[in-house]
T-cell receptor, first 115, second 111 residues
Framework: DTAVSQTPKYLVTQMGNDKSIKCEQN?????MYWYKQDSKKFLKIMFS???????INETVPNRFSPKSPDKAHLNLHINSLELGDSAVYFC??????????????FGPGTRLTVL | RKEVEQDPGPFNVPEGATVAFNCTYS??????FFWYRQDCRKEPKLLMS???SGNEDGRFTAQLNRASQYISLLIRDSKLSDSATYLC????????????FGTGTQLKVEL
């Protein structure tokens, strides 16, 4: 059973389009995250949700809008895609948001290419 | 200055070698420390947490020096399967469980 799953695995699209990436975790965790890993392999947090509420927003352009319909799902919608959005997007989850020792479990990633 | 700094490598070592990776972090209020491993085109996975007293997991030993804001990872008896990128990760605490990643150190273990 996959603990943290993401769809799609690959996404190739034209500049200016709008696209969504979906994430689901079956670990019963309260907290979910979106990370971006750029072409230089630098992994940086974008958003964090705890039990459907936004708790971290790392000055990401407002073209990126996360949505959490329930605590097991965190989706990422991106409007007006730009070339610089090309990256691998990882979803992750952890048991809570309050314990700094909680392990974060990552999904397999979605490789987004904007042409 | 980056919040978490690592030597990007690559470190090319023969099988059986001992290799050490170092990492420094800039925020003295950081609360938790980890090493994650990332294989090519895969997701990061927790390798081990790092404690001030030092901790060991099989061939892997991690150390934290809070005074120097320095974290290390030692791999003994390297295996081909250890080839990966090792990410130094810091949690600043303060709610939100926000992880800050270093850029990673690439290890290649060769025959």
């Amino acid at each position: 059973d996959t603990a943290v799953s993401q769809t799609p695995k690959y996404l190739v699209t034209q500049m200016g389009n709008d696209k969504s990436i979906k994430c689901e975790q079956n670990l019963g965790h309260d907290t979910m995250y979106w990370y971006k890993q750029d072409s230089k392999k630098f992994l940086k947090i974008m958003f964090s949700y705890n039990n459907k509420e936004l708790i971290i927003n790392e000055t990401v352009p407002n073209r990126f809008s996360p949505k959490s319909p329930d605590k097991a799902h965190l989706n990422l919608h991106i409007n007006s895609l730009e070339l610089g959005d090309s990256a691998v997007y990882f979803c992750a989850s952890s048991l809570t948001s309050g314990a700094s020792t909680d392990t974060q479990y990552f999904g397999p990633g979605t490789r987004l290419t904007v042409l | 200055r980056k919040e978490v700094e690592q030597d990007p490598g690559p470190f090319n070592v023969p099988e059986g070698a001992t290799v050490a990776f170092n990492c420094t972090y800039s925020n003295s209020a950081s609360q938790s420390f980890f090493w994650y491993r990332q294989d090519c085109r895969k997701e990061p996975k927790l390798l081990m947490s790092v404690y001030s007293s030092g901790n060991e997991d099989g061939r892997f030993t991690a150390q934290l020096n809070r005074a120097s804001q320095y974290i290390s990872l030692l791999i003994r008896d390297s295996k081909l399967s250890d080839s990966a990128t090792y990410l130094c990760v810091v949690n600043r605490g303060g709610g939100g469980n926000k992880l800050t990643f270093g850029t990673g150190t690439q290890l290649k273990v060769e025959l």
